[in-house]
């Protein structure tokens, strides 16, 4: 089945810990995205790829790291975890990059504690 | 600094028709987009308003206007199922989306 996959679905961490959230798509798309939503505020980008062997930092990029190693995958990396990085990340692709309708994944919840 | 403003909540009635208002000043304007979010679920595509007008698909329609920083989403002949938030975001001159704290919408029987 085409679309976004995202894992874990849930984790609860222990602050200073190192988390990396796997994202996986098979569209074949060229963009891919990471936000973080919290409630009473809008989808904030975390960090984008408008291609493979490319990153950009979003609005909200640190404490967080990713890498685009190929198309399909883009992990978003947790270096040391904080209280406030608890929230919920969703992954998303785009076919033609940002002129695009972003697709997004299931999304990961995830508490720092 | 840019800004997205949607209603926090609204309510309406099974079978009525509601209209969700945003309004945006942002840097640039690339492209408006409605997103639909069911609790605990990812948010799925609704509609996108480049030009200034009416934008109609089934139930749903959404409306823009450049010059006034507005848009709406109009959903008719409301269902249960319609109950989610719906968030509104633009694209702006740097291609990226910024995005509204969305609009929870409960319908009523």
């Known amino acids: 089945i085409a679309g976004i996959t995202q894992a874990p679905t849930s984790q609860i961490l222990a602050a200073g810990r190192r988390m990396t959230l796997r994202c996986t798509q098979d569209m074949r798309h060229n963009a891919m995205y990471w936000y973080r939503q919290d409630l009473g505020l809008g989808l904030r980008l975390i960090h984008y790829?408008?291609?493979?062997?490319?990153?950009g930092k979003g609005e909200v990029p640190d404490g967080y790291s990713v890498s685009r190693a190929n198309t399909d995958d883009f992990p978003l990396t947790l270096a040391s975890a904080v209280p406030s990085q608890t929230s919920v990340y969703f992954c998303?692709?785009?076919?033609?990059?940002?002129?695009?309708?972003?697709?997004f994944g299931p999304g990961t919840r995830l508490t720092v504690l | 600094g840019q800004n997205i403003d949607q209603p926090t909540e609204m309510t309406a009635t099974e079978g009525a028709i509601v209209q969700i208002n945003c309004t945006y000043q942002t840097s640039g304007f690339n492209g408006l987009f409605w997103y639909q979010q069911h609790a605990g679920e990812a948010p799925t595509f609704l509609s996108y308003n480049v030009l200034d007008g009416l934008e109609e698909k089934g139930r749903f329609s959404s409306f823009l206007s450049r010059s006034k920083g507005y848009s709406y989403l109009l959903l008719k002949e409301l269902q249960m199922k319609d109950s989610a938030s719906y968030l509104c975001?633009?694209?702006?001159?740097?291609?990226?989306?910024?995005w509204g704290a969305g609009t929870k919408l409960i319908i009523k029987p």
């Open positions: 975001a633009v694209r702006d001159s740097n291609y990226q989306l910024i």
């Open positions: 998303a692709s785009s076919a033609a990059g940002a002129a695009d309708t972003q697709y």
């Open positions: 790829s408008n291609t493979a062997g490319t990153t």
